[in-house]
C-alpha cells in the first residue's frame, strides 16, 4: 500500500522538488497524482469505479435524489419481496413525459426511470406501497481527491507517544491516547513495527481511542505498537506507483524535458495498460476444458454435443 504522503514524497525525490507546504512545485505534483488515479479509474470502470446504494421506496413519491456524489448512474433495480428487479432506463425526456401520461398501474415495481436534471432519478409506475431499501441504485461515484497526510504515533497529553493494541482474530483497535476521529473511515491502518505487514481498511468510528476495522486483524495480539493511518488510493497496490509516474511525466514535460518526460510517460502507460487488461472485468480467468469441435444445442440445457 502507498498512502498519499509516501506518493507525493515520492514524486517529490523523483523530481527534486522541495516537499515544503505551501511549494507550488509541490501542489501542482499533488494535483498530478490525482489526476493520474482518474486516469486510472476511468480506465477500469466496472469494478473499482462501482457504487451501490440503496433507499426506500415511498408511497406515491415518482422521484428521489441522488446519491451526492453520484457521477453517472449504471443500473438500477427495485427489491421486492427479497428478489432484485432491473429497471429500464429512458432516455428522452418527451418519452419520459409521453409515459407519465398513462394512468397509473396497480402494482409495486416501477418499470422504468428516468434522470432529471442533475440530481434526481424518476420511477413509472410511481411506487403504490412503503418498501424499505426498495430502490437500488449503482453508480460510477465522484472522485473525491486525496489530500490527508499521514497519522503515525501521535503525543498524547502527558507528552507519551500514543501507541494501538491490536488482537488476532477481532476487528477492533484501541489506543492509548485520544488520535481518533470519525473521519478516518475509509482510510487504511498498518502496525509498522514490523509484527504485521497487512493494511486493514477503518470500517466504523467507536470513540477518540478506538475504531473497528472492515477485516479481522491477522497479525498477532499485542500492545504498545507503533502504527500509521494513511488515505491510499483505491487502485490495486500492484499499479500505485503509477501516479508518481504520471506526475513526474507531468513535471518534465511543462519544463521541456522531452526524454526524461517521455520516459516516465511510458512507464505510466505500461502500468496502465497491465491494469486494463487485468481489472476490465469483474471476475479472474477461468480454465475450461476444450471442446473441440463440436456445436452445441441451444435447446438443451446442459448443451449437448450435436452428432
Excluded at 418519452?95 to 432529471?116: D, E, G
Excluded at 436534471?117 to 449503482?138: H, K, M, Q, R
Excluded at 481527491?145 to 477492533?172: P, Q, Y
Aim: proline share 4%; with cysteine.
Amino acid at each position: 500500500m502507498i498512502t498519499w504522503t509516501n506518493l507525493y514524497t515520492r514524486a517529490a525525490d523523483v523530481t527534486g522538488v522541495s516537499t515544503t507546504a505551501g511549494s507550488q512545485d509541490l501542489t501542482n505534483l499533488q494535483m498530478d497524482i490525482n489526476q493520474g488515479l482518474r486516469v486510472f479509474k476511468n480506465a477500469a470502470r466496472r469494478y473499482w469505479t462501482r457504487v451501490e446504494r440503496s433507499t426506500a421506496l415511498v408511497e406515491n413519491q415518482q422521484y428521489y435524489q441522488l446519491p451526492p456524489d453520484c457521477v453517472r448512474v449504471t443500473e438500477v433495480r427495485v427489491n421486492s419481496s427479497g428478489l432484485n428487479f432491473p429497471v429500464n432506463g429512458v432516455d428522452s425526456e418527451a418519452m419520459w413525459n409521453r409515459i407519465n401520461i398513462i394512468p397509473a398501474m396497480t402494482i409495486n415495481l416501477p418499470m422504468y426511470y428516468f434522470i432529471k436534471g442533475f440530481g434526481e432519478i424518476g420511477l413509472w409506475p410511481i411506487p403504490s406501497e412503503d418498501v424499505a431499501n426498495g430502490l437500488v441504485i449503482s453508480y460510477e461515484p465522484r472522485l473525491t481527491d486525496m489530500s490527508i497526510d499521514d497519522v503515525t504515533t501521535t503525543t498524547n497529553s502527558t507528552g507519551g507517544s500514543v501507541t494501538c493494541t491490536v488482537s488476532a482474530g477481532t476487528n477492533t483497535v484501541t489506543f492509548s491516547g485520544n488520535a481518533i476521529t470519525s473521519s478516518m473511515v475509509g482510510r487504511w491502518f498498518q502496525v509498522n513495527d514490523g509484527s504485521d505487514g497487512n493494511w486493514y481498511q477503518i470500517g466504523e468510528y467507536t470513540s477518540t481511542s478506538a475504531f473497528k476495522l472492515v477485516n479481522d486483524y491477522q497479525g498477532i495480539s499485542g500492545s504498545s505498537h507503533t502504527f500509521i493511518i494513511g488515505q491510499a488510493p483505491d487502485i490495486p497496490e500492484d499499479y500505485q506507483l503509477g501516479l508518481v509516474y504520471y506526475a513526474a511525466y507531468n513535471f518534465y514535460l511543462k519544463r521541456k524535458d522531452t526524454n526524461t518526460s517521455t520516459l516516465y510517460k511510458g512507464l505510466f502507460e505500461d502500468l496502465l495498460t497491465q491494469y486494463k487488461e487485468t481489472y476490465a472485468a469483474k471476475t479472474t480467468g477461468q480454465v475450461q476444458q476444450s471442446v473441440d469441435d463440436y456445436r452445441y444445442s441451444l435447446f438443451t440445457l446442459p448443451p449437448s454435443p450435436i452428432i
